[in-house]
């Protein structure tokens, strides 16, 4: 075999690799909004990663050593950059598909001035099982990932048996998993699917009361008012 066809061999069986798992997400053309466009194309070279198929030296991209927090699923950025903010001794990788959304976060990074959070816009199952190494995590936080509700659909839903064995490897010891969502049978599968995963235990008898990391966002307490439940569970690696 020449080389090229040695290389569009090796294209084709990542692309097959990659396409390998259901994705959580719909890429749907919202409305960007002329400061989100803005603060992508100005905020992505200094302060966002591309993807690759190696693991990240996060050393580097930080310029030190420290915990290391991964958000999946950042939405419009605002509860990711009040926790790096409120949190300077931690380092943030937030994952986020939606422009709109990561052009929110990027200007968050930006007026804040926060020093502590990078972007990666990218499928979160590819970065963590190409980009992030084994036991490099102190910790993950999943919150209000799409519920999926319908019945049919809730194959999509993010937490499932192999994407959790998966998120567990790249913990370190002793570095926890933090799930919320609003939909209770979604938090019901959380729990049952953490709490069947061997490399993690439990921080409570079932759910937890939310930490005090995590803010209330707007719509979160609009919906409390309104009599909605939000569950969180917390999960660490055994040691």
């Not at 040695?6 to 997400?25: G, K, L, N, Q």
């Not at 420290?66 to 300077?88: F, K």
């Not at 209770?184 to 490399?199: F, G, H, K, N």
Request: proline share 7%.
């Amino acid at each position: 075999m020449s080389q090229s066809e040695d290389e569009t061999a090796d294209e084709t069986a990542a692309t097959e690799r990659r396409a390998s798992h259901i994705r959580s997400f719909v890429l749907r053309q919202g409305r960007v909004s002329d400061a989100q466009r803005r603060f992508h194309e100005e905020g992505m070279p200094r302060w966002g990663i591309p993807y690759q198929s190696m693991p990240l030296d996060l050393d580097a991209i930080f310029g030190r050593a420290a915990p290391r927090i991964l958000e999946i699923g950042c939405g419009m950025g605002e509860t990711t950059a009040t926790i790096a903010a409120q949190h300077p001794q931690n380092d943030y990788l937030g994952i986020e598909v939606h422009t709109p959304g990561v052009g929110s976060l990027l200007k968050e990074i930006a007026t804040r001035e926060l020093a502590n959070l990078r972007v990666i816009q990218h499928d979160a199952v590819e970065v963590l099982r190409d980009m992030i190494a084994p036991g490099s995590l102190s910790g993950i936080h999943v919150f209000f990932p799409d519920p999926w509700p319908k019945k049919r659909q809730q194959k999509r839903r993010l937490i499932q048996p192999d994407f959790v064995g998966l998120l567990a490897t790249r913990l370190a010891p002793n570095g926890y998993l933090h799930c919320a969502t609003d939909w209770e049978d979604y938090a019901r599968q959380m729990l049952e699917v953490l709490s069947a995963e061997p490399l993690l235990l439990n921080m409570a008898n079932g759910f937890t009361p939310r930490p005090p990391y995590r803010p209330q966002t707007k719509f979160e307490t609009r919906g409390l008012k309104l009599g909605h439940g939000v569950w969180d569970v917390v999960f660490r690696r055994k040691s």
